[in-house]
């Protein structure tokens, strides 16, 4: 019996999600609908969030309907990378660490649909990875396939890692969406050869959804993405959730502030990496990270109502 198990089965049956951690287990990626993805206006206010962020970070605010490439500052790293031409790109723009950057994207990352699938990929005590907005306009190289968990081959057929992306505007395959492979989670390895890429695999799909859409998909799943053919852009926000024993691609430890921890759950702390304590040369430094830890482990377990340290041997815990 795995009563951690059971809780995960019990959020993921009272949120009305049954049907989508089948295909999860089955096809390895699902898409929530945005009626369930986005209540309350929040695709709007996430999508106008994001573009806020890329005037404050770039100096210009995205045109969602320019007819051209969309390549701001600090973007051209991505140029030629991943088998693009010079001066093309396959994914366009990335900004990342942006829980610290607005309530709404808070919201996005406690919202309960999520919470539920992350938990029923990777466990109760998973981190956030990153959580990264793509803004990707016109372009002529497709993202090739691949899988989000790392290692060598084979992988753990245990899910370490899971992406949850909103889809902020409309997925099709002229406007460049989501492909993935499906069932391709069970292979439990990175595709090889021309497997990775998108036009060439012919088990390759397009995920076409409207906007507001979240797509979820296990940390195994081959996915990549087409070119945008299509004018304007394509807007998505990524939260990617893994195991805590995954070194993450952002660093929260120190750099959430305090109101934003003071207004959020134990659950929030424990996600921005607050029941971390990395070892650093100062001793005293060290110390009181190892403290924090402990307080927001402890005020974790209380919320929960149980000790997960108890439960380690379970997959969700």
């Known amino acids: 019996m795995d009563p951690i198990a059971d809780r995960v089965m019990e959020d993921i049956k009272s949120l009305g999600l049954g049907e989508y951690a089948e295909e999860l287990d089955e096809k390895g990626y699902t898409v929530l609908p945005p009626d369930i993805a986005c209540p309350d206006g929040l695709k709007d206010r996430l999508l106008d969030a994001c ?13 969602l309907n320019a007819d051209q490439a969309y390549s701001p500052r600090h973007a051209d790293q991505f140029e030629g990378a991943l088998g693009a031409a010079s001066g093309d790109s396959p994914i366009g723009d990335m900004m990342q660490s942006l829980v610290i950057e607005g309530e709404v994207f808070e919201e996005a990352l406690m919202n309960p649909v999520l919470l539920a699938l ?35 081959s084979p992988l753990s057929s245990i899910s370490t890692e899971c992406n949850l992306t909103y889809a902020l505007t409309d997925y099709t395959r002229e406007k460049g969406c989501l492909a993935v492979v499906p069932g391709s989670h069970k292979l439990c390895r990175q595709p090889r050869g021309e497997e990775r890429l998108v036009a060439k695999n012919p088990s390759a799909i397009a995920v076409e959804c409207p906007a507001g859409s979240l797509i979820c998909w296990h940390g195994n799943t081959w996915h990549g993405a087409y070119n945008r053919r299509s004018g304007g852009l394509r807007v998505s926000l990524v939260i990617d959730f893994v195991r805590k ?27 921005t990496h607050q029941a971390m304590a990395p070892t650093v040369p100062d001793q005293r430094k060290s110390e009181q990270n190892m403290a924090r830890a402990k307080r927001v482990l402890s005020a974790y377990n209380q919320e929960l109502g149980v000790d997960l340290q108890k439960f380690e041997w379970s997959p969700y815990a």
């Open 118 to 152: 992350s938990t029923y990929l990777t466990g109760y005590s998973s981190v956030l990875l990153t959580m990264a907005c793509f803004i990707k306009g016109p372009n002529k190289t497709e993202l090739p396939l691949h899988c989000d968990a790392m290692g060598p």
């Open 245 to 271: 024993h995954i070194r993450t691609a952002e660093h929260l430890t120190e750099y959430v502030p305090e109101d934003v921890l003071l207004r959020n759950s134990a659950r929030f702390a424990v996600i």
């Open 51 to 63: 573009l806020a962020v890329a005037e404050n970070r770039n100096g210009k605010r995205p045109d």
